[in-house]
């Protein structure tokens, strides 16, 4: 199995940053991608980034563009996304997922395994 665990989020005002981290674990060898998804609060599930495990491939929701960068910590097995100008509307459950398939997929139902979810919040 794969095992992630995320860590880094808070409470931040607009316009601040924050550095989510995924620590990845278990059979990393069988990894693809890396995806980062959202869920605000009455809103569904939504894909934020996406990052294949050799950290060639890169894939950004619109609302990410320009503010979040994702990568990998190859020595260590962490996966991280860098959040700037966080905005009120980034208020989410932020939870990073691995997929075992061969491509890079913005949908979450291709992933296979998920973390239990970071809490971040923006204040006005």
């Known amino acids: 199995q794969v095992q992630l665990v995320e860590s880094g989020g808070g409470l931040v005002q607009a316009g601040d940053s924050l550095r989510l981290s995924c620590a990845v674990s278990?059979?990393?060898?069988?990894?693809?991608?890396m995806g980062w998804f959202r869920q605000g609060p009455g809103k569904e599930r939504e894909f934020v980034v996406a990052?294949?495990?050799?950290?060639?491939?890169?894939g950004y929701a619109d609302s990410a563009k320009g503010r979040f960068t994702i990568s990998r910590d190859n020595a260590k097995n962490i996966v991280y996304l860098q959040m700037n100008s966080l905005k009120p509307e980034d208020t989410a459950i932020y939870s990073c997922?691995?997929?075992?398939?061969?491509?890079?997929?913005?949908?979450?139902?291709?992933?296979?395994?998920w973390g239990q979810g970071t809490q971040v919040t923006v204040s006005s």
């Open positions: 990052l294949s495990w050799s950290g060639s491939i890169t």
């Open positions: 278990g059979r990393t060898f069988s990894i693809y991608a």
């Open positions: 997922a691995a997929r075992l398939g061969g491509d890079i997929s913005y949908d979450p139902a291709h992933y296979d395994y």
